[in-house]
């Protein structure tokens, strides 16, 4: 019986040379001359921090596109809020999701069944869901629903087995 499984995941090593990038660009620019903007990359968190709220949402942008410049997508960002720091500064915390959850597995549960392909089951194992069928085409029909549709989450294909 085909199978697949639906994951969410983040490629780190891609993020850390985005937030490098975008580090060296902001030391760079003139824009960001003497405002201490700054990416620090820590265990699924990024912090980010300037001399005041503007520069803050500048570097973040700035951030956004290195990040899809390298094919991570900016699903998988989940900012925090804008917090005041001492002397007018502001930082931010950015938390990267990854893996799938017991609310998006549902909701891709649901989606399956609402395709109405006959033969078509999913069923969620941990951070992943498992989708199988009959025939490899309604597989291959479930991968383009799922790439056509909108979902909080990056999804990616993997594990495809006749």
Same mark, same amino acid.
């Given at each position: 019986m085909p199978t697949f499984d639906v994951v969410s995941e983040i490629d780190l090593?891609? *993020?850390r040379n985005a937030v490098d990038q975008a580090n060296r660009e902001a030391s760079t620019r003139f824009d960001f001359k003497n405002t201490d903007a700054v990416i620090e990359f820590g265990d699924k968190e990024l912090k980010l921090s300037a001399s005041t709220e503007d520069r803050l949402r500048?570097?973040?942008?700035?951030?956004?596109?290195?990040?899809?410049k390298r094919s991570?997508?900016?699903k998988s960002l989940e900012p925090g809020k804008i917090e005041e720091a001492?002397?007018?500064a502001a930082r931010q915390k950015? *938390?990267?999701k990854a893996g799938i959850s017991q609310e998006v597995g549902k909701q891709i549960n649901k989606m399956v069944k609402e395709m109405g392909v006959k033969n078509l089951t999913s069923s969620i194992q941990g951070d992943q869901v498992r989708i199988s069928g009959k025939q490899r085409d309604d597989l291959q029909r479930a991968i383009a629903f799922f790439k056509e549709s909108d979902i909080s989450v990056p999804l990616q294909f993997t594990n495809f087995r006749d």
């Open positions: 090593q891609e *993020v500048a570097l973040y942008q700035l951030l956004e596109e290195k990040l899809v991570v997508s900016l001492s002397q007018g950015i *938390v990267l």
